[in-house]
């Protein structure tokens, strides 16, 4: 049974089909069958859960909820069943309905929280988390997000059966590099946190060393994400434990780095991978002053740090 339209403060749920005109340009009519099973699987989500489906954009919706809860329990059904990758955001705050359609900043919010996503995550605004219980949300931090004159702080939804691996949102200050959220909580360590700290700003490589298991990962992970802001070239994770070979690694870092952004990567017509590499390398020997516009390196490879 289809609810009545929520009023006052509502919660909206916003969907759309990532990658979708290509989609449509590869196999229109692969693409229409799906979209028919897609509109299917989000309708009865919604509905099952007090939702009020009251726009489609083609290749998403729009839905009201009372209750900010059934609204994320509606967003997580939706993604348990859908063979599309939808990326859904949601945003609560007060809305005018006017016949048939709502009218009010929260929608903006959702439409740009959604749009920050990727095929196959929830994304939540404070407005919504802070009204949650019961419900495992990361907080992706503040982030700017296009026409909104304020940053939203972002939570992603984390449920079974979901995808918990992302890339970086598509907001307005993603700094360069390819750290992505952690998934646990980092606690403790913060005279191990605070040396690192200085050691990452004092020197060009810092090389964490230990024995296996004790942590040295992620408390590299942890400082690069706290320092990430402060070098505007970004801080990259490169993972090398499979590489063997050391004349390999210029070459690893080179297709981590492509796969993220422009690490030295090859454009059309441009120099191989490693050569980029290579020249970033010696650009940054030749500069006078290392805090300025530069990344940092981490080696783990925690029980004291070794500063050359």
């Given at each position: 049974?289809?609810a009545?339209?929520p009023s006052?403060v509502?919660t909206?749920?916003f969907t759309?089909?990532?990658?979708s ?15 028919v099973?897609h ?5 009865e989500?919604?509905e ?7 726009k489609?954009?083609g290749d998403?919706?729009c839905a ?11 967003a997580v059904?939706a993604?348990?069943a859908?063979?599309?990758?939808v990326?859904m955001?949601?945003?609560t ?8 359609d709502?009218?009010g ?5 959702a439409?740009?929280?959604m749009a920050?996503?990727?095929?196959g995550?929830?994304?939540?605004a404070?407005s919504t ?6 419900i495992?949300?990361v907080d992706?931090?503040p982030?700017?997000?296009r026409?909104?004159p304020?940053?939203?702080?972002v ?6 059966g979901?995808?918990t691996d992302?890339?970086?949102l598509r907001?307005l200050?993603?700094s ?10 980092f606690?403790?360590?913060?005279s191990?946190?605070?040396?690192l700290?200085a050691a990452v700003?004092?020197h060009?490589?810092?090389?964490l060393?230990g024995v296996g298991g ?10 690069a ?9 970004g ?6 434990a499979a590489?063997?070979?050391p004349a390999?690694?210029p070459d690893?870092v080179a297709?981590?780095?492509q796969e993220c952004?422009?690490v030295?990567g090859?454009?059309?017509?441009g120099?191989?991978?490693?050569v980029?590499v290579?020249?970033?390398r010696?650009?940054?020997r030749?500069r006078?002053?290392?805090d ?8 783990d490879?925690a029980?004291r740090?070794?500063q050359?």
């Amino acid at each position: 049974m289809t609810a009545a339209a929520p009023s006052g403060v509502v919660t909206f749920l916003f969907t759309d089909v990532e990658g979708s005109t290509r989609r449509w340009e590869n196999d229109a009519e692969a693409m229409r069958v799906a979209l028919v099973a897609h509109d299917n699987m989000l309708r009865e989500a919604i509905e099952a859960h007090g939702g009020w489906m009251f726009k489609h954009t083609g290749d998403g919706v729009c839905a009201a909820f009372s209750s900010p809860r059934a609204a994320v329990d509606a967003a997580v059904a939706a993604q348990r069943a859908l063979e599309l990758p939808v990326r859904m955001g949601i945003a609560t705050g007060e809305a005018e309905i006017r016949g048939s359609d709502y009218f009010g900043a929260v929608l903006n919010r959702a439409a740009r929280v959604m749009a920050a996503g990727h095929g196959g995550q929830i994304l939540v605004a404070d407005s919504t988390a802070v009204l949650l219980s019961g419900i495992d949300l990361v907080d992706l931090g503040p982030r700017r997000l296009r026409d909104l004159p304020t940053p939203v702080q972002v939570f992603q939804v984390q449920a079974e059966g979901l995808r918990t691996d992302f890339p970086p949102l598509r907001a307005l200050d993603v700094s360069p590099g390819n750290l992505r959220p952690q998934l646990t909580s980092f606690i403790g360590r913060e005279s191990e946190v605070a040396e690192l700290q200085a050691a990452v700003k004092a020197h060009r490589l810092v090389t964490l060393t230990g024995v296996g298991g004790v942590g040295k990962t992620r408390l590299a992970l942890e400082v690069a994400a706290r320092l990430a802001d402060e070098f505007p070239d970004g801080v990259w994770f490169f993972e090398l434990a499979a590489v063997a070979d050391p004349a390999a690694v210029p070459d690893a870092v080179a297709t981590a780095g492509q796969e993220c952004g422009p690490v030295g990567g090859r454009s059309a017509g441009g120099p191989h991978p490693t050569v980029g590499v290579r020249q970033r390398r010696a650009r940054a020997r030749r500069r006078r002053r290392p805090d300025r516009g530069d990344s940092r390196a981490l080696g783990d490879g925690a029980n004291r740090c070794h500063q050359p």
